[in-house]
């Protein structure tokens, strides 16, 4: 079957570490995202790809940084200076613009800080 | 700044109501209007979405409106069941060039047996 794959499900951040959180998509979507959820909130942008080896900046960039060197790889790598990085974290992929198409999404991986 | 308001955050009704969820928006440039259902702990799930020139979409028992000059969505669950509880997000799509998606805050619906 096909579908989006996040991994791992829960990951545990020490202080001045950076962690990297993978996303593999097997549904040949040319976009993927990465989006941040907090408690009672809707999900915010953190980055977006419209196709391999060119990525954009969403809302809240600033900590992040990720890579798309393979159609069905989109890794989200949170750095040291994201200082509030507690959240859930959902990648999506879509067949081409997010807004044509409706998006599908992994089951999260799960981010705190030890 | 696009915004995107769902109002109540929860919401709980016996088995077997019909409901309405609402879901408003402020940009008038709207392209399309999704919505999404989420189990605890699990990503989205794409039920609905309506392109900006349709007024509405069916699916089963979901039935999803967008009044674009009020700037409203409704999603309409009818005959409710205990496995509809969730929480159901909108979210829109701009017109701009990344036609980026809009989230809201989503509404937790519990339905009683």
């Known amino acids: 079957d096909g579908g989006i794959t996040q991994s791992p499900k829960y990951l545990f951040r020490k202080e001045g570490q950076n962690v990297t959180l993978s996303c593999e998509q097997n549904?040949?979507?040319?976009?993927m995202y990465w989006y941040r959820q907090d408690p009672g909130q809707g999900l915010r942008l953190i980055y977006y790809?419209?196709?391999?080896?060119?990525?954009q900046k969403g809302d809240i960039a600033e900590g992040y940084s990720v890579s798309r060197e393979k159609k069905e790889s989109f890794p989200l790598t949170v750095t040291s200076a994201q200082k509030n990085p507690t959240a859930f974290y959902l990648c999506?992929?879509?067949?081409?613009?997010?807004?044509?198409?409706?998006?599908?999404f992994g089951d999260g991986t799960r981010l705190s800080i030890l | 700044k696009q915004e995107v308001t769902q109002i109540p955050a929860a919401l709980s009704v016996p088995e077997g109501e019909n409901l309405v969820l609402n879901c408003s928006f402020t940009?008038?440039?709207?392209?399309?209007l999704q919505w999404f259902r989420q189990d605890p702990g699990k990503g989205l799930t794409s039920l609905l979405l309506?392109?900006?020139?349709?007024r509405e979409q069916t699916s089963g028992r979901l039935n999803a409106s967008l009044d674009k000059s009020s700037g409203r969505s409704t999603l309409y669950i009818a005959a409710s069941q205990p496995g509809d509880s969730a929480t159901y997000l909108c979210?829109?799509?701009?017109?701009?060039?990344?036609?980026?998606?809009?989230f809201g805050s989503g509404t937790q619906l519990t339905v009683l047996p």
């Open positions: 309506i392109q900006s020139s349709q």
């Open positions: 979210a829109e799509g701009s017109s701009g060039s990344a036609r980026q998606l809009t």
């Open positions: 790809s419209q196709i391999v080896n060119d990525f």
């Open positions: 549904l040949n979507h040319d976009a």
């Open positions: 999506a992929s879509s067949i081409g613009l997010q807004g044509a198409q409706p998006q599908h």
């Open positions: 940009d008038s440039a709207i392209y399309n």
